[in-house]
């Protein structure tokens, strides 16, 4: 499997410094994983020179845009991650596109982005050649990059043509959280943190439930039991993991967009037994 980090996601999307902050938490959250679960690896990336001149914090290069990070510690694991040759190795050592072909990228409503002599180029030359290999995306958060994978939730799906021409017409995946790698790695290599056994003896994480559909469901600063309410986009129900119960009696409480009736219980998946409302419990949201 052959990992790259698309330094093209770099679009200037970040307003400030924390939101460039959170942005690098999310970022070397995504390694630390990556290192943990994926053993038969190799990691790319762009040549440090040329990443520096991409934009983090609107109108901040790379590196003003790395300065500004206060906490050295954070600013450290990254550094180690964009920059240190221990880390992801530079694939232009190993190049196989040519620099006088074009590639372009399907970025949404008939819009491409020119990716020429870019990481996106390098690896959709290396699936066109090599096509029943694994290859992975990992992108900046809050980029352009966002068009929803059709198979798998919280991962983006990254379209690229090489010079025009449908015959050579490639679409990668792209994550940019945890969430979404441990998504992909739950469908691509069935290495689930996501199962939640029957037998366990403590109720299921937030991520073990269908609260992890970030598109679907969004935190909310509420909480009851100790755990996190989210609320149902489509719908303004309030949603949050019994944390009284384990194992087969595990399940999610379901509230109407009050808070002050109780719709039911719900299953890990979301499906919801009316039958079990209770008109004693409410919520304060």
């Known amino acids: ?134 290859y992975l995306l990992i992108n900046f958060p809050n980029s352009s990059f966002k068009i929803a994978h059709p198979d798998i939730r919280n991962i983006c799906l990254i379209t690229i043509i090489k010079n025009n021409d449908e015959i050579n017409l490639i679409c990668l995946d792209g994550i940019d959280s945890k969430l979404s790698l441990e998504c992909w790695l739950e469908n691509k290599l069935n290495l689930s943190q996501l199962e939640y056994s029957l ?28 755990r996190v309410i989210y609320c149902e986009l489509t719908t303004g129900r309030y949603w949050y993991v019994d944390n009284l119960h384990n194992g087969k009696a595990a399940h999610l409480e379901v509230f109407d967009k009050t808070g002050k009736n109780h719709l039911g219980e719900a299953d890990l998946n979301g499906n919801i037994n009316y039958s079990e409302s209770d008109s004693n419990k409410t919520i304060d949201v």
């Open 1 to 134: 499997m052959e990992i790259f980090i698309n330094e093209v996601s770099l679009e200037g999307q970040y307003l400030n410094e924390a939101e460039f902050r959170d942005a690098v938490k999310t970022f070397t959250a995504i390694f630390v994983l990556i290192n943990a679960k994926i053993q038969e690896k190799k990691l790319y990336k762009e040549e440090s020179d040329r990443i520096k001149i991409y934009e983090a914090i609107r109108d901040s290069n790379f590196p003003t845009s790395l300065n500004q990070i206060k906490d050295k510690s954070l600013k450290t694991a990254f550094i180690n991650i964009v920059f240190n040759k221990s880390n992801p190795q530079e694939w232009r050592t190993e190049k196989l596109h040519s620099s006088e072909d074009l590639f372009d990228c399907f970025i949404g409503s008939d819009n491409y982005k020119d990716v020429s002599d870019t990481s996106l180029a390098e690896v959709t030359e290396r699936k066109l050649q090599n096509p029943d290999s694994e």
């Open 199 to 226: 037998d366990s003896k403590e109720p299921p994480r937030d991520e073990q439930t269908i609260l992890r559909d970030s598109i679907r469901f969004k935190k909310t600063s509420s909480r009851c039991q100790e």
